[in-house]
């Protein structure tokens, strides 16, 4: 699921190996189908019209459908209230249809978006948000219900691409919620040594060049250059930044966190931007849901042909 570039990096092609986890999650969903009369089921709730988050959603519930699982709509206008909000979310959790429950973020400004995921029932919160998934996760000995997607899937490249984890370093740029906090409890779990960089770090080129692994969740363009790159590390490139760009018609393009051009010369590995992480964060999305409806159907009870 790589391709050797002319300069030396391997590309992990995150669009091939999120098409294979695809097909694995399809198969399974058929297998859930025949023994259980069951398919998972996963409900998007979206609150107003933000092009970049309508664009996931619609990514999300096409994704679905194409694995054959149910995808369950709920927009609701960008002036409904917490309360309103909060109601389709205990309404949801009540389902026992619904198998994962997923708010689109961010909320509009009146919303406190805290108090929304908190509500999200802790075996439904497919995005791995939950307080007590992330506690979970943060322990050793424990396993959350569901980790968050991107992290999940930054993971997931690197075991596919055969990159080892064990006793290596690893160093995360950037400390979010969302990326770069679970993705540094994950590589702990997986027995890499983790540091993790951000806007406080003194002298963040330094910790980044000591590197096997580099994840990039900063937020920043093209901030980890080819120089800050121990030769031959695995570099995964979470960042979506858009920069202006003359020569294409919309003006701009599309870069990560990792100065592409540069950064290929030297690393062993390195992910896209686009075609690297955001294909699989989807992917993990309908793992996640997968998982739930297993432990959902599995129960002895549930089968067909028991």
């Known amino acids: 699921m790589g391709s050797s570039g002319a300069e030396g990096a391997v590309l992990i092609d995150g669009k091939a190996i999120a098409n294979t986890i695809h097909q694995e999650i399809a198969q399974e969903v ?39 699982m149910k995808s369950i709509s709920v927009d609701l206008p960008a002036d409904a209230s917490e309360e309103t909000i909060l109601d389709h979310v205990m309404e949801l959790n009540a389902d026992p249809e619904v198998i994962g429950v997923l708010v689109q973020l961010p909320l509009p400004k009146h919303v406190n978006e805290e108090r929304v995921l908190n509500a999200i029932s802790i075996e439904k919160d497919v995005d791995g948000f939950h307080p007590l998934n992330i506690g979970k996760l943060c322990m050793k000995g424990r396993e959350p219900l569901f980790v968050p997607c991107t992290p999940k899937g930054c993971i997931e490249l690197l075991i596919r691409m055969g990159i080892p984890l064990k006793g290596k370093r690893a160093v995360v740029v950037g400390r979010s919620n969302i990326v ?127």
């Open 30 to 68: 058929t297998y859930l189908w025949n023994n259980y009369g069951r398919v998972p089921s996963l409900a998007v709730v979206i609150v107003g019209d933000r092009k970049d988050s309508q664009t996931y959603v619609r990514m999300k519930r096409k994704a679905c459908t194409e694995v054959g």
């Open 180 to 306: 770069g906090m679970p993705v540094a409890m994950l590589l702990n779990k997986l027995d890499a040594s983790v540091s993790i960089v951000h806007s406080n770090t003194a002298d963040p080129k330094s910790i980044v060049k000591e590197a096997d692994i580099i994840i990039a969740a900063a937020g920043q363009a093209q901030m980890v250059k080819g120089d800050w790159i121990k030769r031959g590390a695995a570099v995964i490139d979470v960042g979506t930044n858009y920069i202006p760009d003359s020569t294409k018609k919309s003006g701009h393009r599309l870069v990560g966190d990792v100065d592409f051009a540069e950064a290929k010369k030297v690393a062993g590995y390195i992910t896209p931007v686009p075609g690297g992480v955001g294909p699989m964060t989807i992917a993990m999305l309908l793992k996640n849901t997968l998982e739930g409806a297993k432990r959902v159907f599995l129960q002895p009870e549930n089968a067909v042909n028991a």
